[in-house]
């Protein structure tokens, strides 16, 4: 079944997308920004409520309090440009009651990864919505469309494909991330396209591919196009910025930093992710950080074997702690020395390509 939603990719005056970055780094401050230059903005669905001083007593009912304000303030920062998303990751529990809450916050494309959003299409199909899956490889974008076209007889509005340089959680193993031995998001996407295209012909329309990983130069992101990609998405590029919602103390970790500083993260949600190195990096290779408390926010994490809190590490993170943190990161960090605008990072990154 072909789209018949007014709702679409052309309201975007640039193929540009802020990448979801949580907790507390994209909200409605760094999508609203990026929204009023012509671009899709992300809210992050992993707990917008974290300051919310009944989010330890309630964590849902904060965060979805907190996301309806984060998604009118994009609105009213975007100025009516632009397209809002929220990020909503797989693995969180409650998973489908979070969509629901976007859905009737009013926002205009849910974009799911950190695991195959299989089953998104029952919350979303008939909604004047924008749906897209995250994807790291043209098997698992393959094994989605298959299955959306099987049980719910649609298909995606566009893909994001995820490389291995991306940040935040990665579809790779450790040593392919290490080693640099996994595929170029660009061969990826190569990949991918007959992939997306078999669905095109059946559904009659297109389904841009926008790529994430390392799209950090003009130059990048024109190869990207020129092979075949709509578009591409960033988000370490916009942490130090001055409208990034964390703390100025996580925005200056990207400053001055080099790419020696990272490291890998194994996530409780079962990823790998990668991170600017720090002292509670270094902790975690020598054995466990027992958390001090539990949210019960993501499914595969078991409170009294888990490594760590993810979600206490990024809150301390956002709240500006960079030793007890954890500051996820793409593997390309800006080589500014100072914060700028929103605006400056995407006139450097998009020029005149539209």
Avoid at 8 to 32: C, D, F, R, Y
Avoid at 244 to 264: G, P, R, S, V, Y
Wanted: glycine share 8%; proline share 5%.
């Amino acid at each position: 079944m072909a789209r018949t939603f007014d709702l679409t990719l052309n309201k975007l005056e640039i193929p540009l997308i802020q990448g979801g970055m949580g907790v507390g780094i994209s909200l409605g401050s760094l999508a609203g920004a990026v929204m009023k230059e012509g671009g899709m903005g992300v809210i992050s669905l992993a707990h917008p409520g974290y300051r919310d001083p009944d989010f330890m007593k309630d964590p849902f009912s904060a965060n979805v309090k907190a996301l309806k304000e984060e998604v009118n303030k994009a609105r009213a920062i975007s100025e009516g440009k632009g397209l809002l998303a929220i990020n909503a990751m797989c693995a969180i529990n409650r998973y489908d009651e979070y969509v629901q809450a976007a859905i009737d916050a009013g926002v205009d494309v849910i974009i799911s990864g950190a695991g195959l959003p299989l089953s998104l299409p029952s919350l979303t199909k008939d909604r004047d919505l924008l749906v897209a899956p995250i994807v790291s490889s043209a098997k698992a974008a393959q094994l989605l469309l298959k299955s959306w076209d099987r049980h719910y007889n649609c298909t995606a509005d566009f893909i994001v494909i995820e490389g291995p340089d991306a940040g935040g959680h990665l579809g790779f193993k450790p040593e392919e991330l290490l080693e640099h031995s996994a595929k170029n998001v660009l061969d990826i996407l190569e990949e991918t396209k007959p992939v997306v295209r078999e669905y095109e012909e059946k559904y009659n329309c297109i389904i841009p591919i926008y790529v994430a990983g390392g799209m950090n130069t003009k130059e990048k992101i024109q190869e990207a196009i020129n092979k075949g990609a709509k578009g591409v998405q960033v988000a370490t590029s916009f942490i130090p910025t001055i409208e990034c919602d964390a703390d100025i103390k996580f925005k200056e970790m990207f400053l001055n930093h080099d790419q020696q500083e990272l490291t890998l993260i194994k996530s409780p949600v079962g990823y790998y992710g990668r991170a600017i190195a720090n002292p509670l990096s270094k902790q975690l290779e020598k054995g466990r950080v027992a958390p001090t408390y539990c949210v019960n926010c993501i499914k595969p994490c078991d409170f009294k074997v888990t490594p760590f809190c993810i979600t206490e590490a990024l809150i301390q993170a956002a709240k500006g702690n960079t030793t007890d943190g954890l500051i996820f990161s793409g593997i390309t960090i800006p080589t500014q020395t100072k914060l700028r605008y929103v605006k400056e990072v995407i006139h450097d990154l998009m020029g005149d390509i539209k």
